[in-house]
Structures are given as structure tokens and as C-alpha cells.
């Protein structure tokens, strides 16, 4: 590698919303990290549902796309 040019790669200690901490590798300068989900609580790999939620985004999505929004989408595609 070129000396100079490469931030320094370290461990950072990476603490979750949930709680949960390990550590990984990271280049961003800082010792801890913060995140809004790790492997221990993402749905994905809980299997359960959860919202993550910042601001009001589901009720917002809900109130644009939800009720009839979908229905019609799908008339249109039956009728085709
Ligand atoms: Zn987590």
C-alpha cells in the first residue's frame, strides 16, 4: 500500500439502539460507532416484526399509499 494516503483501519466498537455492542473493523476515525440496528434485533434475523420508525414515516406512508391505493394498482394490472 502507499504510505499516506489511506485512513488509519481500526476496531470500533459498534453500540446498538437495542443495546447489543461488538466490535468490527472501520476506517471512519472514531473508536465507537452507533447504530439503529445490528444482527441481534433487525428483523431479518429475528424473525419478528418491528418498526423502525423515525418520525412519523409509517403514518405518513400509510395515509399516501394506504386504503384504496393499493387495490386500484392491482385492478389495473388484472384488467391487462
Ligand atoms: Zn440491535
Given at each position: 500500500m502507499k504510505d499516506k494516503i489511506h485512513p488509519e483501519y481500526k476496531?470500533?466498537?459498534?453500540?446498538?439502539a437495542c443495546g447489543a455492542t461488538f466490535k468490527t473493523r472501520s476506517a471512519i476515525g472514531?473508536?465507537?460507532?452507533?447504530?439503529d440496528l445490528c444482527s441481534s434485533c433487525h428483523p431479518f434475523y429475528?424473525?419478528?416484526?418491528?418498526?423502525?420508525?423515525?418520525?412519523?414515516?409509517?403514518e405518513k406512508f400509510?395515509?399516501?399509499?394506504?386504503?384504496e391505493y393499493f387495490?386500484?394498482?392491482d385492478d389495473k394490472k388484472a384488467k391487462k
Open positions: 476496531e470500533v466498537t459498534v453500540t446498538c472514531k473508536d465507537t460507532l452507533q447504530a429475528t424473525g419478528k416484526q418491528k418498526f423502525v420508525d423515525t418520525a412519523g414515516r409509517v400509510n395515509r399516501k399509499f394506504g386504503g387495490k386500484k394498482a
